[in-house]
C-alpha cells in the first residue's frame, strides 16, 4: 500500500490566515493531484502536478510537488470562509490507480 | 470538463433491503470505473475497480458477495448493496476513467443510510 500522510488532519483558522497542509510518502508518484470537497459532494479537481520541484498556483492557492516527487505542499494565503471544506491529496502510480492521502479538514472562521 | 452523474445523491433504507447505485459518464466512454466509500471527514477508500464487461476486482476486505458491481457498458456502472446493514452506512463515490478521460472527474456521490 503506499500510503500518503496528510497533516494536519484538523486545521481550524480565522479569516485572513494563512496556512500550509502537507502530503507526505515514502513512495514516487508520476504524478499528484489536489482535491477540496465540500460536505455531500465529490471531490472537485484543483490541481495537478506532475514535474518534481513543480510550483502551481491558483489564485490565493499554491501548490508545489517536491523535487523527489514523493511530497507535495498545498499553502492558502488569506483564508476566506469559502476555502472550507476537506482538502485531500491523491498520488498517481502505475496505470491510473489513485492512492488517496488521509485528508485535512479546514475550517474558515469568518 | 468530463461530466459525471451519479443517482441517488442520498438514499434511506431498511436493514436487510438492497440499494443500487447508479454512476454515469455522460460524455466519454468508460472503460474503468472506481468505486469509494467514504465516512465522515476522512479520506476515500476504494472499494473495487471494474473494466467493461468484466469482473470487479475488490480491494482486500470488501465483500464481493456484499457489494456488487455492474459495468456493463461504458457509460453506466452500478453498485447494489445487498442486504444493507446500519454499518453500511457511509458515503459512495465513483470515478470513471476512459481514454478521453484520465479519471480526475468524480461522481457527485450517494449518502446512504441503512435504519
Known amino acids: 500500500t503506499q500510503l500518503l500522510e496528510q497533516s494536519p488532519q484538523f486545521l481550524s483558522i480565522q479569516e485572513g490566515e494563512n496556512l500550509t497542509v502537507y502530503c507526505n510518502s515514502s513512495s514516487v508518484f508520476s504524478s499528484l493531484q489536489w482535491y477540496r470537497q465540500e460536505p455531500g459532494e465529490g471531490p472537485v479537481l484543483l490541481v495537478t502536478v506532475v514535474t518534481g520541484g513543480e510550483v502551481k498556483k491558483l489564485k490565493r492557492l499554491t501548490f508545489q510537488f517536491g523535487d523527489a516527487r514523493k511530497d507535495s505542499s498545498l499553502h492558502i494565503t488569506a483564508a476566506q470562509p469559502g476555502d472550507t471544506g476537506l482538502y485531500l491529496c491523491?498520488?498517481?502510480?502505475?496505470?491510473?490507480?489513485?492512492?488517496f492521502g488521509t485528508g485535512t479538514s479546514l475550517t474558515v472562521i469568518p | 470538463g468530463a461530466v459525471v452523474s451519479q443517482h441517488p445523491s442520498w438514499v434511506i433504507c431498511k436493514s436487510g433491503t438492497s440499494v443500487k447505485i447508479e454512476c454515469r459518464s455522460l460524455?466519454?466512454?468508460?472503460?474503468?470505473m472506481f468505486w469509494y466509500r467514504q465516512f465522515p471527514k476522512q479520506s476515500l477508500m476504494l472499494m473495487a475497480t471494474?473494466?467493461?464487461?468484466?469482473?470487479?476486482?475488490?480491494e482486500q476486505g470488501v465483500e464481493k458477495d456484499k457489494f456488487l458491481i455492474n459495468h456493463a457498458s461504458l457509460t453506466l456502472s452500478t453498485l447494489t448493496v445487498t442486504s444493507a446493514h446500519p454499518e453500511d452506512s457511509s458515503f459512495y463515490i465513483c470515478r470513471p476513467e476512459g481514454l478521453a478521460n484520465y479519471g480526475y472527474t468524480f461522481g457527485s456521490g450517494t449518502r446512504l443510510t441503512v435504519v
Open positions: 460524455d466519454f466512454q468508460a472503460t474503468t
Open positions: 491523491a498520488g498517481a502510480a502505475r496505470g491510473n490507480q489513485f492512492y
Open positions: 471494474s473494466n467493461e464487461g468484466s469482473k470487479a476486482t475488490y
